[in-house]
């Protein structure tokens, strides 16, 4: 994996941290109510994951490059049962980064409208 791997590691490990936060802030995201191992769960566990490491020194381009180029050490191919599909969680990551970085919009607000739209 090359100069990915520490990036993918990265992103797995704040995935992770993003399902203990998704629990904290179910109610201002939507998720609360909703089964702990949906595909929105998921969606919402990215969606914070990447805000987390928006706030070190990583940036959009070097989360989608590993994405993109090694995406599969963490991501599936194809949807399953509780993983969206890879290419739809890059769309959701980059539409995230759109309403962040571009609209300037707060990253709780943003999670949700993401999350809306899945």
């Known amino acids: 994996m090359g100069d990915a791997q520490p990036m993918l590691t990265k992103f797995a490990i704040a995935h992770e941290l993003g399902h203990a936060c998704a ?12 089964p702990m191992g949906s595909q929105k769960h998921e969606i919402a566990a990215d969606l914070i994951g990447t805000c987390l490491l928006l706030k070190t020194d990583v940036t959009p381009i070097m989360i989608t490059s590993a994405l993109n180029s090694y995406g599969d050490f963490i ?44």
């Open 23 to 34: 629990a904290e802030i179910g109610d201002a995201i939507g998720t609360s109510g909703l």
């Open 75 to 118: 991501m599936d191919k194809d949807a399953t049962g509780t993983h969206p599909s890879q290419k739809a969680r890059m769309g959701f990551i980059s539409a995230l980064f759109t309403k962040v970085r571009s609209q300037k919009k707060p990253e709780i607000e943003a999670i949700r409208e993401v999350l809306a739209s899945s």
